[in-house]
Structures are given as structure tokens and as C-alpha cells.
């Protein structure tokens, strides 16, 4: 298999560097003044095709041009890691998915060049192979990228992510997201039915999320069994969550604690609305923290990087950071239950859900 694989990144390699080459023979793109007095009904494509969390902070500047171009066809290029997330961008008309198969970019990107779009905006923050070669090749009119935005989104990292990504949209006339305005530009999703718990509860559910990205955001299991009993002690309901790839561990932490477990799904919008009976989700992992606020849920988000702590911070909703650089296990089950006390005179304010007409 490791050859196999080694193959197919010399392949993607060389697809890259071809499409490239392609890329910087076209001809200079026309002024943004040309393209906006032609008419309201532009074509826009955004570029966001790294994960789930990336696409759920990247809403509120979604909605952001729905309001300034409210006739535009507005399509989304995803990528295989995110396109679950595809139903529930309510402001997209279109969405399409990258494949990892270099070979099938070029159906891809013949589709996206036939589309003609008046503007091409690449969401992505930071370098990223195969997002900035879409984009400059489909980009033929104007491009929008950290490049080219006016600003210098490197020197602004200090600011939440969505803020940076506001800044792209400068040139478009549209003014950036202010912390100060955080809760007029939130997350949001499109939900449109609700999908009850088994068991009701009249005391606040607390859903604990035991699933990360990546194994170094992994908080131990055995701290999952000490907080759930010592919510349990609060007369609070613990509600054990997570991915399909970790129900063998999501059982285990329910059984060990005797508590109730959310069974996994791998369909994202039937877990979405799964938890909207939630009150408060505690999660290592950025995806949830980034659905949770996108539900209006009360969030207590798990970091050890100082960084990811406070411009990945749950967005728009209330929330707990507990940033420990030392490592996951440094974070201890009464840090997570005095942060979760905090929240619990605050969550009913945060339970409501706007509800969008989900896409078909």
C-alpha cells in the first residue's frame, strides 16, 4: 500500500506542477470596477477545501456576500475531508468536491472554467497547493485571495479567524467582522428538522465529545468517566458523543460511567441534529467546537496551543477556552466541571437555533 501511495503523490506532485505552469501563462485579470457594474446576478466561487471546521467559520463571510449580492449565483468548492458539510451551508447554491485523484481534476476544473465566474474568492488563510491552483485557474475574471485582498492578513493573526477571513472580502465594498459585532455575524447552518434524544431529560444535558483529528488533542479516557460522574453528582445528564470510527471507546466511557452514549453517525446533518437537544458540549476537538456554536449551544473548547485557543475560540455563542500548553492531560476533569458551572446560568440564553430551509 505504501507504494501505491508514494505513486500517487509523485502523480499529484506532477499534476500540480503542470496545472501550475498552465496557471501563470493566462492573461491578466480584468478590473473588479468592470465586473461589478456589469449586473447584481454575478457568478462567485469560494474556495474552501481543507476540513469541517474550516468551512463552519467561514459562514458568517458566506452570509456576508449573500447580503451584498443576494441575486448571485454563489457556489463552493469543497475538498474530500469537508464535503459532508455541504448540506448545511444554507447561502450556497452549488457546491462541488476536490478529489484527491489528480486525475480527476481536469473533468473538475473543465466544469468550474465552462461556469464562468465573475469572482473567484480563495478562503484559505494560509498556503495551500491545490486551493491556490484552482483558484487561479478558474479564477479567469478577478481573484480574490490573502494576496490580493489589500490587506495583510499574515501581520493580523492575532485576530479570530473569522475576522481574517472578513478581511478577504475588502474589495468587494464589504466592511470586516468586528469582535465587537460578534454576535450579528455568527455561525450558522442550515437545520431543518429536530431530532429528539431517546430519553428526555428536565436537566441540563452536557455532551461530551470523545473524537479528535488528531490523536495529540486526545483527552484521557479516564477523565471522561471522572467529569461524567461528577456532572452526574450535579444532578446534571452526561450524554457520551463522538465519531463512528470511536464507538468501541464511546461504549466503553458510557458503560464504565453509566451513562447514556449518542449513538455515532457518519451522515454529519442527522449528528447535527442530534445534538440540538444539547445544553453544553465539551470537546477537544475544533469541527465540534465549530458545530456547537454554529447550533447556538454553550461550548467548553479543550486546547494546548495558546494559538488555536484564542483565534480557533468557539465563535458567536458562549464559551469556556481552557488552554493548557503542556498537553491534554494537563486539563483536569474539575477544570472542565468549574468551566461547565459557569455556563449552566447562561445556556438557555444560547439554545435557540436559527433554522434555514435545508438544501434538497
Keep these: 500500500m505504501r507504494i501505491f501511495r508514494t505513486i500517487e ?3 499529484r506532485r506532477a499534476t500540480l506542477a503542470l496545472l501550475h505552469s498552465k496557471a501563470r501563462s493566462k492573461s491578466s485579470l480584468i478590473s473588479l470596477e468592470m465586473i461589478l457594474s456589469r449586473d447584481s446576478n454575478l457568478r462567485i466561487l469560494l474556495v474552501r477545501i481543507d476540513r469541517i471546521g474550516d468551512a463552519l ?3 458568517p463571510v458566506i452570509q456576508q456576500l449573500r447580503e451584498r449580492f443576494p441575486e448571485s449565483q454563489i457556489d463552493i468548492l469543497l475538498g474530500q475531508k469537508n464535503q459532508a458539510i455541504s448540506k448545511l451551508l444554507p447561502e450556497v447554491n452549488t457546491d462541488y468536491v476536490l478529489s484527491r485523484i489528480p486525475l480527476a481534476w481536469f473533468s473538475l476544473l473543465r466544469k468550474l472554467r465552462s461556469n464562468r465566474y465573475d469572482i473567484v474568492c480563495n478562503l484559505h488563510l494560509k498556503p495551500s497547493g491545490s486551493a491556490d491552483l484552482v483558484s487561479a485557474l478558474v479564477g479567469r475574471d478577478y481573484l480574490i ?3 490580493s485582498s489589500g490587506e495583510d492578513i499574515v501581520h493580523e493573526a492575532n485576530l479570530h479567524v473569522v475576522e ?28 431543518s428538522r429536530r431530532h429528539p434524544l431517546s430519553t428526555q ?9 470523545v473524537s479528535v483529528a488528531g490523536g495529540l488533542r486526545q483527552w484521557p479516557e479516564n477523565f471522561y468517566v471522572q467529569l461524567a460522574e461528577k456532572l452526574k453528582r450535579l444532578h446534571l445528564t452526561p450524554l457520551i458523543i463522538g465519531a463512528p470510527f470511536d ?11 453509566f451513562v447514556q452514549a449518542l449513538q455515532p453517525v457518519s451522515n454529519l446533518t442527522s449528528f447535527a441534529e442530534a445534538l440540538l437537544p444539547i445544553d453544553i458540549i465539551v470537546t477537544p476537538d475544533t469541527s465540534i467546537v465549530h458545530l456547537g456554536a454554529a447550533l447556538r449551544k454553550s461550548v467548553v473548547a479543550l486546547y494546548k496551543s495558546e494559538v488555536a485557543g484564542n483565534t480557533w475560540r468557539p465563535w458567536g455563542t458562549t464559551y469556556r477556552s481552557i488552554i493548557n500548553t503542556g498537553g491534554m492531560e494537563k486539563i483536569t476533569p474539575d477544570d472542565v466541571l468549574q468551566a461547565i458551572k459557569e455556563l449552566i446560568p447562561v445556556h438557555s440564553a444560547t439554545s ?4 434555514y430551509g435545508g438544501k434538497q
Design 9 to 11: 503523490r509523485y502523480i
Design 201 to 209: 431529560t428536565n436537566t441540563p444535558v452536557v455532551a461530551l465529545n
Design 145 to 147: 485571495d490573502r494576496n
Design 164 to 191: 481574517q477571513t472578513s478581511l478577504l472580502l475588502k474589495p468587494l465594498g464589504i466592511q470586516p467582522i468586528l469582535q465587537k459585532n460578534e454576535m450579528a455575524h455568527r455561525l450558522n447552518i442550515a437545520i
Design 247 to 257: 464507538k468501541e471507546l464511546i461504549d466503553h466511557i458510557a458503560s464504565r460511567a
Design 57 to 59: 467559520i467561514s459562514t
Design 352 to 355: 435557540q437555533v436559527s433554522f
